[in-house]
């Protein structure tokens, strides 16, 4: 094995990690107790924050940065003197969801042009199987020079952080990991294994490691759909999904999936790369492409089953007037990215409802600036209908007298996670 490892642990060598968001900047603080770290980031107000003790995600808390051995910087010539390197951009897809692989082939851009003999470069981005080496290493030989194998190596181990979970973090979850040969792979592993807990999984090749990751969101967003498909479907029954999934959930084999929005940037975007790829070998992924649709469908379901009930209580749309609760993606962070909340707010407006929509998480103007409206500082109702969109923990003790004082006296309260299910008696309710 190469002698990378023993001078990284005697910091002799530098480790750098490219791309701080919110999986960049947990990892690099990690290796940065223990090894000599450099963080690289392009945007330089985000850098200056971190500079700072602050976290730009708002995952971290100010004590994370104390005892960390880490230069924060946007300047590439910082990178000269690195010899391993972990890659941690995002992953978007296009408004055709076809995969976006600039920010992946940007950073891999940067790292090529400070590439030397005997470096490794590891890849934790999202990617369909075959990107790291079809799509990333060629452009690393291309502008470094150097020859893959010989010269350089290469391996992709996937991230698995998950966004406010203060429960499942980098260091307690098996953290998979491969390379381009028996050597990387190893060094690889060895690399990690000092800041998971966890300890590792070593994949056979950096394609199955690949897979691996793409699969673990594609079948939690296939499940989901088939969950919300369903709640659908007991909707017209008149009987609450929640109720048969507690019922059936009583057997110890059930999976216990619930409906919702999909949004985000993991599982709402990560089958489309395998859906991209799949198709470039030519064959049609049927029930991962459905399970997609019924999905991204969900927010214009909601806004529409929330109109009809305006309607039913002799309401005009066009003087109604909606309170939405939650812009983020998912509960207790501040990422709006790919928020499904907003296709609700879409759908709404384009029956001339009034909507006013809250959060005690998501930026105002980034909400402006990525959707078109703005965020209310606070609830001024009485409101036609309101929908608890994201189920933040500052909403668990909002009750039904607090629903009763922002609603109109046939106001109807729409709860998509079941959250105030048998806690409304006095209320219209109605949830997935």
Partial sequence: MSGLYDRLKKKEAKLAVIGLGYVGLPIALAFARKLKVVGFDINRKRVDMMRR?????????PEAFHGADILFTADINDLKDVEFFIVAVPTPIDQQNIPDLAPLLGATRTVAQVL????HVVYESTVYPGCTEEDCVPLLEQIS??????DFKVGYSPERINPGDKNHTLENITKVTSGCDAESAETVARVYELVV??????APSIKVAEAAKIIENTQRDVNIALTNELSIIFNRMGINTYDVLEAAGTKWNFLKFKPGLVGGHCIGVDPYYLVYKAKQLGYHAQIIDSGRFVNDSMGGYV???TVKKIIAEGVNPADARVLVMGATFKEDVTDIRNSKVADVVK???SFSVHVDVTDPHADSGQVKHEYGYELVQAADGPYDAVIVAV?????ADHDESWFKQHLKPKGILVDLKGTYRNQVNGLSYWSL
């Fill in 145 to 150: 020079g150097l020859k893959f194998v010989r």
């Fill in 53 to 61: 003790g602050e976290d730009p995600s708002e995952e971290l808390a």
């Fill in 197 to 202: 807990k966890a300890g590792v999984h070593r």
């Fill in 116 to 119: 030397k003999k005997g470096d």
């Fill in 347 to 349: 759908e709404l407006k």
């Fill in 303 to 305: 806004a529409k089953q």
């Fill in 391 to 395: 189920n933040h923990a500052a909403y």
